[in-house]
Structure formats: structure tokens, C-alpha cells
């Protein structure tokens, strides 16, 4: 009894570690930015989970340039089974490598 409840508090704080998964400095522009008011890691809220983006391009080399592309730009397109096409809003305000980070810290979650 004892024994599952520590196995279960340690994969509760495995799964917190997780979630800070990729670089912090991405996450943490990610956060002054508006990005998790649209967005979270494990669930969708307007916009797809970070976890089901992560997958969805799981090994695709060109992904890091496309998303930050789309961070950029905005749009719709690519999930609108899961948001019913709601389109991701532009932010031109970020710089091309503050958005390859963002891109990339969202395809390691
Ligand atoms: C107004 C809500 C909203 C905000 C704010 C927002 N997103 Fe999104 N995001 C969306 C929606 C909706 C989609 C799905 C777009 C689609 O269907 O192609 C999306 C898609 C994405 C994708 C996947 C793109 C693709 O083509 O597969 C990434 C990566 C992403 N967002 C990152 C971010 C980051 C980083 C920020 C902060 C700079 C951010 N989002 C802010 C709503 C938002």
C-alpha cells in the first residue's frame, strides 16, 4: 500500500519534470508572451497541446523553421479537426530565433 503511493507520487513529479522540458529561456519568453493563454502542454485550450504538436511533428527536420514561420504569421490550417479552425494570431513583435526556440522548446514537450 505504502509502496504504491510513493510509486505514484514519484510519477507525479516525473510528469511535473516533464513539463519543463526544453529550454527554459524559450519557456520563459513563452510566458511573457501570450502563448500559454491559447495554448497548455498536456491539454488543448484554443489552440492544440504543445504535447500533440510535439507529436504530430516527431522527426520532421523542416518543423522548427515552419513553426516559428506560423508563430510569426498566425493562421489556421493545420488543426482545424481539433479547433474547428480558429486561427492562431500573429506576433510579428518576435524576433525569427525567439520563435525557432519557442518552435523548438514546444517540439520537445
Ligand atoms: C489566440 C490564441 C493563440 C495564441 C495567443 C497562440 N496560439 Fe499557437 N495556435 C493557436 C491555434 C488556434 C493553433 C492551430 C492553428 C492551425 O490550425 O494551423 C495554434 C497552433 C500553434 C502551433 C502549431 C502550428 C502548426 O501549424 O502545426 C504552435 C507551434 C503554436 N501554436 C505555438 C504558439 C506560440 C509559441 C505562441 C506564443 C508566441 C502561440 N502559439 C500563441 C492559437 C493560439
Redesign the pocket.
Known amino acids: 500500500m505504502k509502496l504504491k503511493l510513493v510509486a505514484a507520487v514519484a510519477a507525479l513529479s516525473l510528469s511535473s519534470l516533464a513539463h519543463a522540458a526544453g529550454d527554459p529561456k524559450a519557456e520563459a519568453l ?1 510566458k511573457k ?3 500559454f ?3 497548455a502542454v498536456g491539454n488543448k485550450v ?3 497541446s ?1 504535447k500533440d ?1 510535439a507529436k ?2 516527431k522527426g520532421n527536420a523542416k518543423a522548427p523553421a ?2 516559428a514561420d ?2 510569426i504569421k498566425g ?6 479537426a ?2 474547428g ?5 500573429p ?1 510579428p513583435q ?1 524576433s525569427k530565433a525567439d ?1 525557432t526556440a ?2 523548438k522548446w ?1 517540439l520537445a514537450q
Do not use: E, F, R
Open positions: 513563452m508572451s501570450d502563448c493563454s491559447c495554448h484554443v489552440g492544440p504543445y504538436v504530430k511533428y515552419m513553426l506560423k508563430i493562421g489556421a490550417g493545420n488543426w482545424n481539433v479547433t479552425g480558429v486561427p492562431m494570431t506576433h518576435i520563435a519557442m518552435a514546444v
